[in-house]
């Protein structure tokens, strides 16, 4: 769906906007959520898996690092020093065993769904010029939207989360909407955890100076993307084919 098209504009955003604010303040994050998963299920249809698969692995992981802190935490003051640096190395170990699980299938999931067909068709043409026997198996990988921008922003979480610069959060909706927001997840902005969810999470009330300011960054946006850039791709590709 592309943010320029009528649909998208008339139909979705516009929907949202009035649902928004027709459902009571502390639920108005619903309305987002379920917009955000809808946008991507008209998207990528079943492909949204993908999307599932990641916001489950890293709200398990960020509980799984909050768990080993406060199991540390609990004993820490009966502990002597020795043993305390200890116990304190071993738990930081585990920690890094789950960030790295976590890296591992995430970005691996990336790397797999992105360059597959790339590293196949390499290795299969280097096993047939050396007579290896060596043949990849084609396979019909479709990249799922936005995987990059929501793969990154999940990896974030789980690093901040380690290093303590984040609570890990029990609420899923509020991790499912922070890694799905439909204005983030086809164009970016990578965000942090600590710096969108708690927003994009909690009720606005209509305030007609930061909603007329909304518009004018939105007809911004269109200018650019419409007038600018539409047009600036002509010529690069004028001057590329030269």
């Known amino acids: ?47 949204i898996v993908f999307l599932l698969i990641t916001t489950v692995s890293v709200y398990l992981g960020a509980l799984a690092m909050e768990r080993e802190q406060k199991a540390f935490d609990s004993v820490r003051k009966s502990l002597e020093k020795e043993e305390r640096k200890a116990r304190k190395a071993a738990m930081m170990r585990r920690k890094r065993h789950i960030v790295l699980a976590m890296v591992l299938i995430n970005v691996g999931l990336l790397a797999f769904l992105k360059y597959y067909h790339f590293f196949s068709a390499n290795v299969n043409a280097l096993g047939k010029s050396l007579n290896l026997g060596i043949q990849l198996p084609a396979l019909k990988l479709v990249m799922p939207l936005g995987i990059s921008f929501y793969t990154m922003s999940a990896v974030g979480y789980v690093i901040d989360v380690y290093r303590g610069q984040t609570a890990a959060d029990h609420h899923f909706g509020r991790l499912a909407l922070f890694l799905s927001l439909f204005t983030n997840i086809t164009e970016g902005p990578i965000s942090r955890y600590g710096q969108l969810a708690g927003q994009a999470f909690e009720g606005h009330r209509a305030d007609y100076r930061q909603f007329t300011f909304g518009a004018q960054l939105i007809l911004w946006g269109f200018f650019k993307k419409l007038v600018i850039a539409d047009r600036a791709v002509g010529m690069i590709h004028t001057v590329a084919g030269a």
Request: glycine share 8%; aromatic share 30%; charged share 10%.
């Open 1 to 47: 769906m592309s943010y320029t098209s009528y649909f998208y504009l008339l139909f979705f955003l516009g929907a949202l906007v009035i649902l928004y604010y027709l459902m009571p303040l502390k639920r108005r994050w619903l309305v987002l959520l379920g917009g955000s998963y809808f946008f991507y299920w008209l998207a990528s249809g079943k492909l």
